[in-house]
């Protein structure tokens, strides 16, 4: 089974950056699409930033357009979301989700993912 793993979260000041990284195991990346998604205390998981298993298309929330970026290594096994100019906003707990096919227009929605990460936690605040 593709098993997930996050890293890179923590604590960073507003306007701070943090690269997080979603590695797997046992299993390439390359044949999967792969979703970021993000969750506060007491809201809805919501997509952040998808990208399809070459990296030729990627999708971003209107909240994250302009500061995150999606990317992939697929020689490193490992997709990575820099997110820059961080904002309180942004206090979540982030997840990688895979999928072999994932619709660019539908590739936010976590029902579209059958794989996922444990998360890990980004902290912004002064």
């Known amino acids: 089974q593709l098993q997930l793993v996050e890293s890179g979260g923590g604590l960073v000041q507003p306007g701070g950056s943090l690269r997080l990284s979603c590695a797997a195991s046992?299993?390439?990346?390359?044949?999967?699409?792969i979703g970021w998604f993000r969750q506060a205390p007491g809201k809805e998981r919501e997509g952040v930033s998808c990208?399809?298993?070459?990296?030729?298309?990627?999708n971003y929330a209107d909240s994250v357009k302009g500061r995150f970026t999606i990317s992939r290594d697929n020689a490193k096994n490992t997709v990575y979301l820099q997110m820059n100019s961080l904002k309180p906003e942004d206090t979540a707990v982030y997840y990688c989700?895979?999928?072999?096919?994932?619709?660019?227009?539908?590739?936010?929605?976590?029902?579209?993912?059958?794989?996922w990460g444990q998360g890990t936690q980004v902290t912004v605040s002064s």
């Open positions: 046992a299993f390439s990346l390359e044949d999967y699409a």
């Open positions: 989700a895979a999928e072999p096919t994932v619709i660019k227009s539908m590739c936010f929605m976590t029902s579209g993912y059958d794989y």
């Open positions: 990208i399809s298993r070459s990296g030729g298309s990627t």
